[in-house]
């Protein structure tokens, strides 16, 4: 059978119906319990697990589902993960925004954390995207490309380093090296079926010192 929990009800205007909260035990000498939310096993496709916030019928936002682990007072605060399991086939991990029937839909934001020490200066984390290496075969692809337009412009892709007082980022274009061929580094403009073909321009930034660019 089905387990419903419901928070109160409320009529009232302006009031929030009530919440419904699941928390582990504490420990004063150990940690505190874990809560585990899965989908029982089965021979057959097993059920799905889903976390999604209320719907809007009226002009407002729906509500917001995080994800998010807990503050650390004095170590590392704990990893958020979101992985599919083995499988001889393991399935794909998707994440994207949500149709938009008027306007624009939303963006999609990878950010890293600050650095807020005050004692000593740090960096703020990194963002890495890499395919696993492989012992036989091909590794696989990483492929950054916007969508296709059929009236309007597509989107740009630009990769920039962030500005800096003292010395800005750099950028490198490098193909690993290989005991047979080393990879190829390609930059090709777009064709165009009626107009011109774009451009390729390559040149270095300005500079307010007597000192050569490169």
Same mark, same amino acid.
């Given at each position: 059978?089905?387990?419903?929990?419901?928070?109160?009800?409320?009529?009232?205007?302006?009031?929030?119906?009530?919440?419904?909260?699941?928390?582990?035990?504490?420990?004063?000498?150990?940690?505190?319990?874990?809560?585990?939310?899965?989908?029982?096993?089965?021979?057959?496709?097993?059920?799905?697990?889903?976390?999604?916030?209320?719907?809007?019928?009226?002009?407002?936002?729906?509500?917001?589902?995080?994800?998010?682990?807990?503050?650390?007072?004095?170590?590392?605060?704990?990893?958020?993960?979101?992985? &599919?399991? #083995?499988?001889?086939? $393991? /399935?794909?991990?998707?994440?994207? !925004?949500? =149709?938009?029937? @008027? +306007?624009? *839909? %939303?963006?999609?934001?990878?950010?890293?954390?600050?650095?807020?020490?005050?004692?000593?200066?740090?960096?703020?984390?990194?963002?890495?995207?890499?395919?696993? &290496?492989? #012992?036989?075969?091909? $590794? /696989?692809?990483?492929?950054?490309? !916007?969508? =296709?337009?059929? @009236? +309007?412009? *597509? %989107?740009?892709?630009?990769?920039?380093?962030?500005?800096?007082?003292?010395?800005?980022?750099?950028?490198?274009?490098?193909?690993?090296?290989?005991?047979?061929?080393?990879?190829?580094?390609?930059?090709?403009?777009?064709?165009?079926?009626?107009?011109?073909?774009?451009?390729?321009?390559?040149?270095?930034?300005?500079?307010?010192?007597?000192?050569?660019?490169?």
């Amino acid at each position: 059978g089905h387990v419903h929990l419901l928070g109160g009800e409320t009529s009232g205007n302006g009031n929030s119906g009530g919440n419904v909260k699941v928390e582990s035990g504490q420990s004063l000498n150990s940690g505190s319990g874990s809560i585990l939310i899965t989908s029982s096993d089965s021979s057959n496709p097993s059920g799905d697990t889903s976390l999604t916030s209320g719907s809007s019928a009226n002009r407002h936002s729906s509500g917001i589902v995080r994800v998010a682990s807990g503050e650390s007072a004095y170590g590392n605060s704990g990893d958020v993960v979101m992985q &599919s399991s #083995t499988a001889s086939s $393991s /399935g794909k991990v998707r994440i994207s !925004t949500g =149709d938009a029937n @008027s +306007g624009g *839909s %939303g963006d999609l934001e990878l950010n890293s954390g600050q650095a807020l020490g005050t004692r000593a200066p740090g960096a703020s984390g990194k963002i890495s995207l890499a395919t696993s &290496s492989i #012992t036989n075969g091909n $590794s /696989g692809d990483i492929k950054l490309a !916007t969508g =296709d337009s059929l @009236s +309007g412009t *597509s %989107g740009n892709v630009i990769i920039e380093a962030g500005t800096s007082h003292l010395h800005s980022g750099h950028i490198a274009l490098k193909a690993a090296q290989s005991h047979s061929k080393g990879g190829s580094i390609e930059l090709e403009s777009g064709s165009s079926e009626y107009m011109a073909a774009g451009d390729i321009n390559l040149k270095t930034g300005k500079g307010s010192s007597n000192e050569v660019g490169g």
